[in-house]
Structure formats: C-alpha cells, structure tokens
C-alpha cells in the first residue's frame, strides 16, 4: 500500500523558507490522486496548506496563498513543500498526505488517506 | 471565512456510546470525513462520505449527517479509542479550500 515520508530541516530562521519533500513509495505519484500538505502547530489543530496534482496543477489555502509553493518531482516519485518568509507560528508538525478526489454531483469531495508520520519544523534564531 | 465547529470535549465511560458532532453551513452541500489522531501519530480516516468506513476501522465507528450537522458515533467505546477526532470538510464557495473542525478529545474514563 501507498506510503508517505516527509523529510527536511527540523529549525527554519524566522524570515526564512521553509522546505520539505514527501517521498511517495508503494505507488506512483502519477496516479488519478491528488497530494497535500497538512500542518498542525503543537497542541492545536490541523491546517490545510495546499496540494498537487501530478500534472502540476495546484491549489492553495487562501491564507497561506502568498507564501506557499508546491511542486512535484515524478522521476522521483515525490512532492515538494516550500513556506516562505516563516514567524514563529508556522513551528508545526508538517504531514504530508495522498487526497483521494471524487465529483459527486459536480461538487468535488476530497480526503486524505493515509498520511505520513510527519515531521516537526521549528522557526528559531 | 468557512468553518467546522466541535465540542472541545467529549467523555464516556467503557462500553458506552461517544458521540462526537460537527457543525458547518455547507455540511448539507459538502460531504464530511473524520479522522482519529492518537498522542504523537499521524491522523487516521476513520469515516469518509459522512457515513462510509474505510477498511480495516471497526464497525464500531459510524457516521450520520442531518441538515448542517453531522455526527461521529463510536458503540461500545474501548479504551484503545480515546483521541483526538477530527472532521474535515471543503468550502463550497468554490476556492478549493479544505477546512478541518477544531477537533475533540475523547476521554474513556
């Protein structure tokens, strides 16, 4: 079955970009799938930051919009994160996740299964 | 913007039924999903489509959706269940956005 590793630095200083990679194993990337980005700061809840899909298409958080660029590497069968400009509260556990996406009555439902373990990312001097 | 709404807490004892809601206005336009995330892992889907269970979740987790709300049932709660739960939808409003609820601890106590 598919799985996900989020790899990446641990500490980002703040004003600085933050990057990380999800490699895809168990499947290919290329497949009818779409692929997110999920974070969550400790101690609170989850936040959507974006996705992709294999053609290069994505789709962004409109609050994060401006600073997100997700990119997908197919030879390598993974996709890229890069968060720029970072404060203090973007320190979170940064999960990435395959979307599964469906059209149900023209409207276009979407879930994330499974995820990575995630990764911890902390903005320090 | 849009948003899911949860209880912050949710408490039952062994062998009960938990019962876990998330409010949204677009809940009767949108399907909803929810997620179990245990101390230090990584969330798990545990109902897509309102109502639908993946493989491998016990039969013990159901969904159901009425109007604006949609509940999250667990039957016969273990102590193997007690997490955070998560629901997860996605703004109508056309700006593809996908939103997550705030999330609810259940406590078996």
């Known amino acids: 079955q598919v799985q996900l590793q989020e790899s990446g630095p641990g500490l980002v200083k703040p004003s600085g970009t933050l990057s990380l990679t999800c490699a895809v194993s168990g499947g290919s990337i290329s497949s009818s799938n779409w692929w997110s980005w999920v974070r969550q700061p400790p101690g609170k809840g989850l936040e959507w930051i974006g996705e992709?899909?294999?053609?290069?298409?994505?789709n962004y958080n409109p609050s994060l919009k401006s600073r997100v660029t997700i990119s997908v590497d197919k030879s390598k069968n993974q996709f890229s994160l890069k968060l720029s400009s970072v404060t203090a509260a973007d320190t979170a556990v940064y999960y990435c996740?395959?979307?599964?996406?469906?059209?149900?009555?023209?409207?276009?439902?979407?879930?994330?299964?499974?995820w990575g373990q995630g990764t911890l990312v902390t903005v320090s001097s | 913007s849009y948003e899911l709404t949860q209880p912050p807490s949710v408490s039952v004892s062994p062998g009960q039924t938990a019962r876990i809601t998330c409010s949204g206005d677009?809940?009767?336009?949108?399907?909803a999903y929810w997620y179990q995330q245990k101390p230090g892992q990584a969330p798990v889907l545990v109902i897509y489509?309102?109502?639908e269970r993946p493989s491998g979740i016990p039969e013990r987790f159901s969904g159901s959706s009425s109007g604006t709300t949609v509940t999250l049932t667990i039957s016969g709660v273990q102590a193997e269940d007690e997490a955070d739960y998560y629901c997860?939808?996605?703004?109508?409003?056309?700006?593809?956005?996908?939103?997550f609820g705030g999330g609810t601890k259940l406590t078996v106590l």
């Open positions: 992709i899909y294999h053609s290069g298409s994505t």
């Open positions: 489509k309102d109502s």
């Open positions: 996740a395959r979307e599964v996406v469906v059209v149900v009555a023209a409207t276009r439902e979407r879930w994330f299964d499974p």
């Open positions: 997860q939808s996605a703004d109508s409003s056309g700006t593809y956005n996908v939103v």
């Open positions: 677009a809940l009767p336009k949108q399907y």
